[in-house]
């Protein structure tokens, strides 16, 4: 058996690593390593101090690269990271393991104190109150005073009892870790889930590439185009400063005889139609050009760019550990604006050489454009092309293949239109797109995107049936349409719920009628296992009253609750396990696409939902030859009609 070093460091960097990211963050040429805090197995955890003139020990310098070793931290892309900027040594991702990426598995709290937390660590085994008020002191610059003579930087000589609190911090931090680690070994990620992290690491030291005079002059047209129009405004109002809500409600109240006592976006456009003075109107249009925020990603990308113009780290492994998905970083790839524009190059070529009078003119202003280019601003390695392909209606496809739904099966591997065929099978016509009946196609799409999930009348408003002119009747039609065309896949719904039920209720493994879906429950936690052997994690699942409805029970779970952040209890059922079970599916899909793609030599850059984007030679390999990678029929999914489509070009757009 392996042996096992688990480590920690403290560092400083005058870089803020929140905004700009580790990768930006190290390479600071102020950056150094403070403290290592470091153990083998269940020895004492010892300390090294930097500061003091302590060097690296040599014992854990012999086995950094022995692979007999397994190293450990919490968030290991950090300690790899000091590793490979303070000792000029590339740490070999296959030989480290992640606490963080084994929390996230056992459905815990990504961070390391409120995973201790989570798991019930008394106090004096989580990490110490002090931690975060020592690492502001002693981590990063400090505002220059009279009373601390000047200094930007707090050293261990200016507050010796604060220094000493933290090297305790630094050693706790590896117990932590430790303790975390040997509560949930049993459940350390599988082989291919370890592959999975490594490829993830490689990848986010590879980084993005950006254009950035792309993104340089796309900021300074911003801040130009803002001004302008802020100018505008002053003139127009003669208000003090045109952006306070205060001070626009009492000149509309000056100009329109009349109070609006909001003024924020669900009621803006109410506000707008009852208007009556050109210049309110006006002044109105200038407001709501102001508040477009259309270069916050190129200063994102600026703020985390590395001298070789890449940007790093921009993907979490396991972020959302629910399903196991990746949550962005620093840029956000997952957020990016779409672009509809027919001549994005000349837009691009206008933006790029500083047009700024003629980028204005053409397109009526110049926040659309800039938005609409932000994906642009990735582009392909010098002499290479990107190709981008991505899996076709994954999630409706995976959730066919589940249920057993076979007139959607059939559609997906005749290359039928989906949103046709599902309004076909509602209404009982046939349907085509910009042909017979299809005015029926819309209800058709609405309905895929919105009710594969268990959702009703609220889904459907959530992607916009109401905005398209439906009615609740409508609506709810369509709800009932929807699910009448579907059986196998509403009965998947139930199917699962029962089965997670009894599992729970029998503590017993437990396989769901519809899917073939088996459900474990293991001290305390609810596993859901998937086709690729991967397993979701539902941490202290119960079966019991509902909080919202005490007249009945329900299935919950403890998780991090999406709006407020925090560690509670969840209530779930079907549609939502339903959810999970094929959004973790279709990223395990998407992780054997990348191991394809990586083992025939594909150099991935980035991936986005369920898109891939790699970089290639001009004169290489084509995106089709990367699709059917990609939409191959994987061994634990047989008979799962997956499709990919893609696009090449000298930079990353929306096809």
Known sequence: ???????????????????????????????????LAWGFDDDPIQLVDFTAGETWPEVFRAVLHDPCVTKIAHNAAFERGVIHTSLREYPEPEQWLDTMHLTAQCGLPMSLDAAGKALGLPEDQAKMKEGKALIRYFCIPCKPTKANGMRERNFPEHAPDKW?????????????????????????????????????????????????RLALNAVHMDNRYKEELTEKAVALTGLENPKSVSQ?????????????????????????SQLQSSEAKEFMALRSEL???????????????????????????????????????????????????????????????????????LYDGVADPLSQLVRTAIIPEEGQKLLISDFSAI???????????????????????????SASQMFHVPVVKHGVNGDLRQKGKIAELALGYGGGVNALKAFGADKMGMSDEEMQETVDLWRASSPRITALWRALEKAAIRCIARRTSTVSEIGGVRFDMENGILWMALPSGRRLAYFGARYEESRFHPDRKCLSYMGVEQQSRKWTRIETWGGKLTENLVQATARDCLREAMFALDDTGFDIRAHVHDEVIVTEPLNGRSVDEMSRLMGQEIRWAPGLPLRADGYEGSYYFKD
């Open 1 to 35: 058996m392996n042996r096992l070093l688990f480590m920690d460091f403290e560092t400083f960097s005058p870089t803020d690593i929140g905004s700009c990211g580790s990768f930006r963050y190290m390479e600071d040429p102020d950056f150094e390593p403070l403290l």
């Open 248 to 272: 626009i409600k009492t000149w509309l109240f000056d100009q329109e005889g009349k109070e609006f006592p909001s003024l924020n976006k669900k009621v803006i456009a109410d506000v707008v």
């Open 395 to 421: 999630e409706a496809r995976v959730t066919a293949w589940f249920a057993g739904e076979t007139w959607r099966l059939e559609a997906f591997r005749e290359g039928k239109d989906i949103y046709c065929e």
């Open 164 to 212: 000493q609190v933290f090297k305790d911090y630094c050693v706790r931090d590896v117990e932590t870790e430790r303790t975390i680690f040997r509560m949930l070994e049993t459940w350390t990620p599988n082989k291919e889930e370890r592959r999975f992290w490594v490829l993830d690491a490689r990848i986010n030291e590879k980084g993005v590439r950006i254009d950035r």
């Open 291 to 361: 508040s477009k925020s259309s270069t916050a990603k190129y200063t994102a990308m600026l703020r985390s760019m590395c001298r070789d113009d890449h940007c790093k780290g921009c993907f979490l492994f396991y972020g959302a550990n629910r399903t196991g998905r990746f949550a962005g970083r620093l840029v956000q790839f997952q957020n990016m604006s779409k672009n509809h524009a027919e001549d994005l190059d000349g837009m691009r070529d206008l933006v790029r050489n500083g047009h700024y009078t003629a980028l204005k003119a």
